[in-house]
Nanobody, 125 residues
């Protein structure tokens, strides 16, 4: 049974930092595509960052240069370091793993087999 458990969300002021973690069980984080989505009220869910089984990371322009995704193989954990946070980053952040098709790792439908419950990030002006 695969489980993804997010942690690290919270409330910060603009310009601050947070580090999200996604602890995985039943799946090896380095062997599949894993990453983060976010969903803010009134907005569509969007990709934040993903890393494939080869360690290649992708970021949308909205977070590029501010967010860094990483994998801790020993802890079987995926992390997202978020710096220079902006109010627009406020959302529920979800960890996801193992897309139903390889190409969905970086683009296309958000069809992933496994999802975490989410962790809230709130950035105040």
């Amino acid at each position: 049974q695969v489980q993804l458990l997010e942690s690290g969300g919270g409330s910060v002021q603009a310009g601050g930092s947070l580090r999200l973690s996604c602890s995985a069980s039943g799946i090896t984080v380095s062997s599949t595509c894993m990453g983060w989505f976010r969903h803010a009220p009134g907005k569509e869910r969007e990709r934040v960052s993903f890393v494939d089984g080869y360690g290649r990371a992708t970021y949308p322009d909205s977070v590029k240069g501010r967010f860094t995704i990483s994998v801790d193989i020993a802890k079987n954990t995926l992390s997202l370091q978020m710096n220079s946070l902006e109010p627009e980053d406020t959302a529920m952040y979800f960890c996801a793993a193992d897309p139903v098709r390889d190409e969905y790792c970086t683009t296309g439908p958000h069809l992933f087999r496994y999802w975490g419950q989410g962790t809230q990030v709130t950035v105040s002006p």
